[in-house]
């Protein structure tokens, strides 16, 4: 008995008329005394603070697709050998890193990006994207390091066949797991076309960026459009209005085209279409699964997302490296149009495959890696 039971309790012989309700009484004290303290502990156990080192796990935090992109750059440098690649959730606005190893989990979070557990890391998808561009750099392949499904994909298109495609198995099966291989219905090609809009004897293409090299105007296009075209001129068979004066491909794929008219105007926006522009204001790197578009003369303005970073292109004339691929149609003449989100310059396309009734896959120069080839700065 507690010792208030005890106190309350009535004696063992003789009648006590009242000591009945006494001990209901106590009993009742008792019983609320018991529900408060129960009551105040759990408290202190709910709402006291945490104990040190048992912080809750933050969550990522809201990021707009340029603070996402400057975190996917940063964050895997601190994660060494058990980075995997990141992409960014636009309808979650986040950033989802992936990683070989859960204890890293913690410190993906404490930066405010969302940790993802695979099963490759970076270096080993590296390393088999090494082993197709010595091995496997067949024309009508391209491939891209995806970190939604942690494998290498390589699009094959339908000329690869007979030996080429016998040679892209064998290569692929003995990379294992770390590759997969699709199938393309449409060509593999560069988006150049004999014609009209920024135009040449041969060719037409599309102007990407207007730019300004030691004080002179002029414009980035495609490196293969440069490399068919000396003279531009802004309609078929008209006057001439600028001289390409540097161009690579294959390898990188950007021209820059300086003007030869002083009453051109250039400035620095991209067509929309209907007489409206976008203000360009400057340049960055594209974040993968982020919302972009793209211009060009032949299809105008069309929208989607980047899929993938890094891509190697191999067209029939030569390879190119280190692209951005997107989920945007193109056809032939949209070469070197302009690929960017909102005010900012992203890329300039290059080729790809399928066309702007059915779909495609393109994929485009980073326009910083151009501008750093040239001395330029866009206008």
């Known amino acids: 008995m507690s010792p208030v039971l005890r106190a309350q309790a009535a004696p063992a012989a ?4 009242t000591g009945g309700a006494e001990l209901k009484l ?12 129960a009551a105040a502990a759990l408290a202190a156990v709910t709402l006291g603070p945490q104990p040190a080192g048992a912080s809750i796990a933050p969550e990522p935090r809201a990021l707009s697709a340029a603070a996402a992109g400057q975190l996917a750059r940063t964050l895997p440098a601190r994660l060494k050998h058990v980075g995997a690649g990141a992409y960014y959730d636009a309808a979650a606005r986040k950033l989802v890193v992936n990683i070989t190893d859960r204890k890293a989990a913690g410190e993906v979070r404490e930066a405010g990006a969302e940790p993802r557990v695979v099963r490759f ?10 082993a197709l561009a010595s091995r496997a750099a067949i024309p009508g392949t391209a491939w891209v390091a995806d970190p939604r499904v942690n494998r290498v994909v390589v699009t094959a298109d339908p000329t690869v066949t007979g030996e080429k495609l016998a040679r892209l198995n064998e290569v692929v099966g003995s990379l294992g797991e770390t590759v997969v291989v699709r199938k393309s219905s449409a060509r593999l090609m560069r988006y150049v076309r004999g014609g009209d809009a920024i135009h040449g004897p041969s060719a037409r293409c599309s102007l990407g960026f207007n730019v300004y090299k030691g004080g002179k105007p002029g414009f980035l296009t495609a490196g293969h459009c440069g490399k068919a075209v000396t003279d531009w001129s802004a309609s078929r068979g008209g006057a001439v209005i ?19 008219d002083p009453t051109v105007a250039h400035r620095g926006s991209v067509s929309l279409g209907g007489g409206r522009s976008q203000t360009v204001t400057g340049f960055r790197d594209a974040v993968l699964r982020e919302r972009v578009a793209r211009s060009g003369s032949t299809t105008g303005l069309h929208r989607g997302k980047v899929t993938g970073l890094d891509a190697t ?8 490296t280190g692209l951005i691929q997107t989920d945007i149609c193109a056809e032939p003449g949209d070469s070197g149009g302009a690929l960017f989100a909102g005010d900012r310059a992203l890329g300039l396309t290059s080729g790809g495959t399928g066309n702007c009734a059915l779909g495609g896959t393109t994929y485009y120069q980073p326009v910083g890696k151009a501008l750093a080839a040239y001395g330029a700065t866009l206008a």
Not at 26 to 36: G, K, P
Not at 242 to 260: C, I, K, M, Q, S
Not at 313 to 320: A, C, D, F, S
């Open 242 to 260: 600028a001289r390409t004066v540097g161009a690579g491909f294959p390898g990188n794929d950007h021209a820059l085209a300086e003007y030869t």
């Open 26 to 37: 106590s009993l009742m004290r008792a019983r609320t005394a018991l529900a408060a303290a």
């Open 313 to 320: 292109v191999n067209y029939q004339e030569g390879t190119v």
């Open 121 to 130: 890391s970076q270096a080993r998808l590296a390393s088999a994207q090494s």
């Open 14 to 17: 003789g009648p006590n008329p």
